[in-house]
């Protein structure tokens, strides 16, 4: 099985920073795309970014120069980068990523999420 976990979520004044990790865990032969999807309160879940496997990132509008993701593939992490944070930043954070795993008797690449963290902007 294989879990993904983030952290570094919490409460920051407008303009302020934060960087979330998230780190894959469990029977793990390869990572492909990691994201980072946000959801605000009473709304849906949104891409926020994504980065593959060789490191092409990708940022979503609302965030561009102001949110940076990256990766480690030696340490199965992904990380989040906020900067200038404002109050429609807040929400909770998910990881997710393409790994390829043991599903059954076969290999394959299989979608996997984390539990969330919560990342709260406000004066």
């Known amino acids: 099985q294989v879990q993904l976990v983030e952290s570094g979520g919490g409460l920051v004044q407008p303009g302020g920073s934060l960087t979330l990790s998230c780190v894959a865990s469990?029977?793990?032969?390869?990572?492909?795309?990691m994201n980072w999807y946000r959801q605000p309160p009473g709304k849906s879940r949104d891409l926020v970014a994504k980065?593959?496997?060789?490191?092409?990132?990708t940022v979503e509008d609302s965030v561009q120069n102001r949110f940076t993701i990256s990766r480690d593939n030696g340490r199965n992490s992904v990380y989040l980068q906020m900067n200038d944070l404002k109050l429609e930043d807040t929400g909770v954070y998910y990881c997710?990523?393409?790994?390829?795993?043991?599903?059954?008797?076969?290999?394959?690449?299989?979608?996997?999420w984390g539990q969330g963290t919560q990342v709260t902007v406000s004066s």
């Open positions: 469990g029977t793990i032969y390869n990572i492909g795309t």
């Open positions: 997710s990523a393409a790994v390829f795993t043991r599903v059954g008797s076969a290999n394959t690449y299989k979608d996997f």
């Open positions: 980065i593959t496997t060789s490191g092409r990132a």
